[in-house]
Each structure stands twice: as structure tokens, then as C-alpha cells.
């Protein structure tokens, strides 16, 4: 089966529930899932497994501040991962328009 590591954005835990949610359905499935709260470049660049982002928005649609130190470093170092798969998940508040899931 699939190795998936689940890179996590969380304010007050409803993203992490959800990443939590998502590893055990998927752990049934015969899947190796592994949730990261605080994810580095190195979860990424270590390994093939498949990515999953699982946010949630801040503010304006800010990074959450566990996701942040990470989404700079791979914003400034851009590291090449052709044929990876991914995914992202966005929770959010649509009450906020433009920014309405801007992290993700």
C-alpha cells in the first residue's frame, strides 16, 4: 500500500482532528500514515511517500504559526518533487471573502 505523510496547520485542533480522522481511516485501508504537527523540509525531501497538507486558515488567511516555520522554508528553497503526489485540505471561514482558505 501507500506511505502518506500528513503535514498539519492547526490553531485550535480542528485540522489535526482531521488529519487524526484521516490517518485511521486510511491505516484501514492497509495504508502507512504519518501525522506531523510540525512538519520540516526534511519530512519532505527524505522520502517518496505521498504528500497531504491539512490546514486551517488563520486571520486573513494566514499560515498557522506550527505550519509557518515550514511553508517558508519550502517557499524559499523550492525544492523539486516532479511526478509526487499530493493533496491539500483548507478549513476556513467563508465569512472572510478573499481570504477565505488563503493558507491552503
Known amino acids: 500500500m501507500t506511505a502518506i505523510r500528513i503535514l498539519v496547520g492547526s ?32 519530512d519532505m525531501t527524505g522520502n517518496d511517500d505521498a504528500l497531504l497538507v491539512c490546514t486551517s486558515t488563520t486571520g486573513q488567511g494566514e499560515v498557522p504559526a506550527n505550519l509557518l516555520p515550514f511553508y517558508v522554508t519550502l517557499r524559499d528553497q523550492l525544492p523539486q518533487q516532479p ?11 467563508s465569512s472572510y471573502g478573499d481570504t477565505f482558505c488563503g493558507a491552503g
Open 11 to 42: 490553531v485550535y485542533g480542528g485540522a489535526l482532528l482531521t488529519a487524526r480522522d484521516i490517518k485511521r481511516t486510511l491505516d484501514t485501508e492497509g495504508h502507512t500514515v504519518t501525522v506531523l504537527e510540525n512538519p520540516t523540509l526534511e
Open 83 to 93: 511526478g509526487r503526489p499530493f493533496g491539500v485540505i483548507v478549513l476556513g471561514d
